[in-house]
């Protein structure tokens, strides 16, 4: 079984986004909110676009985002290792009779933030993914498979511990519903039609439960 070598090695990863932030709500000049309080309508509000749940919204705020993820992975290793197809499909190495050779995976993440009271902000993300798989026989004989779909679909409070003057505390509670779909099949030439190893699945599978707590702190300038 080819998905039991150890596979995936050395991979590519690009991150591109663009994050639309909607109706800020004006900045309020109290004790409570100083001048330079983070606001997610400042762009120093947001960590890094690859890191989710990192900030909170004010009452009414919401905001729509978009990711789009690539992976690209080639070369097997075993530990820390590289191992060659040959060794991979010799009946005196590895002796599978099938080896993966390459993956590319790609994701496009659509997320939706609101916030319906103070201090606590709703997220739902749901990925968009298409995988493909290249592969070797022994018998010399190459083939791809894919496999596309939408995937788990996650659901998160972000509720604002402590939102004071440089520093913020969030507590994170999320949740992730196995809606993808973990029996994508494809064409595998002698078996036929057969159902993906785990990696080429779409969904995980799970139910999930994503508990964080973040620490902001805006260091002075
Ligand atoms: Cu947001």
């Known amino acids: 079984m080819y998905s039991r070598t150890n596979t995936i090695l050395s991979f590519i990863l690009l991150s591109t986004s663009i994050t639309f932030a909607g109706e800020p709500q004006p900045l309020q000049l109290t004790n409570d909110h100083p001048v330079d309080l983070w606001s997610s309508a400042r762009p120093d509000g947001h960590a890094p676009i690859g890191v989710m749940g990192d900030h909170g919204h004010g009452k009414g705020e919401w905001m729509l985002s978009y990711r789009y ?14 191992v060659s197809d040959a060794e991979i499909l010799s009946p005196t190495g590895g002796n599978y009779r099938v080896v993966p050779q390459w ?24 990925p968009y993914a298409s995988k493909e798989m290249g ?11 894919k ?20 520093s913020t505390w969030l507590l994170n509670l999320g949740l ?3 809606t993808g779909s973990t029996s994508e099949e494809d064409f595998i ?33």
């Open 189 to 221: 030439p002698g078996p036929g039609e057969t159902r993906l190893p785990y990696p080429m699945q779409i969904g995980s599978g799970t139910w999930d439960l994503l508990p964080g707590i973040t620490y902001l702190g805006q260091a002075d300038t």
């Open 147 to 166: 496999s596309e779909g939408w995937g788990d679909l996650k659901l998160a409070g972000i509720y604002e511990l402590h939102h004071g003057h440089r």
């Open 103 to 126: 993956m590319d995976m790609e994701m496009h993440m659509f997320g939706l933030m609101y916030s319906p009271i103070d201090h606590l902000t709703m997220m739902l993300m749901i």
């Open 135 to 145: 592969h070797l026989r022994r018998d010399g004989v190459e083939f791809i498979t």
């Open 69 to 82: 993820m690539n992976m690209a992975m080639e070369q097997n290793y075993d530990g820390s290792s590289r």
């Open 176 to 178: 992730s519903l196995p």
